[in-house]
């Protein structure tokens, strides 16, 4: 099956910029039950929760906390997809990881990739 590799966290202050990558062993969106594609994360002692989505199509959405400041996208190829996020705060420190917005379409998780925003 398709493998999701998270890569670009690191350690950043507060207003900074990173760009995460969800590399895939294979196209995502040629897997016929996988219709969009999202950013989760998940913060210490909380559960994980979806931050932005993309559809086939291209439409994307956010989660009311990252709106203005993350942007997801894709490659052509639609082989990774990437989160950008700007104006990065404290409490965006999470681990962050790529997966189909539907469950029942959900690939294993990666190993996600962490981000902490120092204050």
Do not use: H
């Not at 350690?11 to 910029?17: D, I, T």
Request: aromatic fraction near 8%; proline fraction near 2%; glycine fraction near 14%.
């Amino acid at each position: 099956q398709v493998r999701l590799v998270e890569s670009g966290g690191g350690l950043v202050q507060a207003g900074g910029s990173l760009r995460l990558s969800c590399a895939a062993s294979g196209s995502i969106f040629s897997i016929g039950s996988i219709n969009g594609m999202g950013w989760y994360r998940q913060a210490p002692g909380s559960q994980r929760e979806l931050v932005a989505t993309i559809t086939r199509d291209g439409s994307t959405n956010y989660a009311d906390s990252v709106k203005g400041r993350f942007t997801i996208s894709r490659d052509g190829g639609k082989n990774t997809v990437y989160l950008q996020m700007n104006s990065l705060k404290p409490e965006d420190t999470a681990v962050y990881f790529c997966n189909a917005v539907t469950l029942g379409a959900r690939l294993t998780w990666g190993q996600g990739t962490q981000v902490t925003v120092s204050s």
